[in-house]
């Protein structure tokens, strides 16, 4: 099956930085999501993005399809950003990378 | 109106026993799965279902059985459970198998004493 590699696997940053949050696929998929789960343990939609470039506040998403891999951008973060980010793509199927813990420090 | 819903929330239980974990969404989605994340928080795709039909069985031990009765309902049965059984375990749901967005449950938290 697909390999999905997240990096980095730990992030700390200070309230105001800014971040890129990097994921890659060991084969072309179909779907790609990005999501946040938040300490409540809730997986949280962030981008449905198998290709393009997608924005959505202070978040936004880069997939290079070609090349098997995506980015996300986290600007000004902010505390209630801490959680963990996991990217996942597929064909018939989703799957995991390990996934990015970003603590963000006020 | 929660788009994808799991029953229990929080389940704990004795070793040994069988447990059921429903699934439920109202997406009007064909295809449905279920993930198991461990302690180390990885998310591992167990099962998958298209309209009623399974699709993919990961591996997992013949004591986790998924049951589809409809599209929109896909349940967890877990017989003889074991202290390794402990986990989250989370419901989504897609439109169909391929090239569109899952949507996730909230998670079943099994603990097993």
């Known amino acids: 099956g697909i390999q999905v590699e997240q990096s980095p696997p730990d992030l700390i940053l200070q309230e105001g930085a800014n971040s890129t949050l990097r994921c890659n696929f060991s084969?072309?998929?179909?779907?790609l999501q990005w999501f946040h789960q938040n300490p409540w343990g809730q997986l949280i939609n962030l981008f449905y993005?198998?290709?393009g470039t997608k924005q959505n506040g202070r978040l936004s998403a880069t997939t290079v399809a070609t090349e098997r891999y995506s980015l996300l951008y986290i600007s000004s973060s902010q505390t209630t950003d801490s959680g963990v980010y996991f990217c996942?793509?597929?064909?018939?199927?989703?799957?995991f990378g390990a996934g990015t813990r970003l603590t963000v420090k006020p | 109106d929660t788009a994808v819903s799991q029953t229990p929330k929080y389940l704990v239980t004795q070793m040994g026993n069988d447990k059921s974990i429903k699934c439920e969404q109202n997406?009007?989605?064909?295809?449905m799965y279920w993930y198991k994340q461990d302690s180390k928080k990885f998310l591992k795709i167990m099962f998958s279902?298209?309209?009623?039909?399974?699709?993919i069985n990961e591996t997992v031990p013949n004591r986790f059985s998924p049951k589809s009765p409809d599209k929109a309902h896909l349940n967890l049965h877990i017989n003889s459970l074991e202290l390794g059984d402990s986990a989250v375990y989370f419901c989504?749901?897609?439109?169909?198998?391929?090239?569109?967005?899952?949507?996730f449950g909230q998670g079943t938290r099994l603990t097993v004493v």
């Open positions: 989504a749901s897609s439109l169909y198998l391929t090239v569109t967005e899952a949507f």
């Open positions: 084969d072309s998929v179909n779907n």
């Open positions: 993005i198998p290709s």
């Open positions: 996942a793509g597929g064909n018939n199927d989703m799957r």
């Open positions: 997406l009007g989605h064909d295809t």
């Open positions: 279902y298209n309209n009623k039909e399974l699709i």
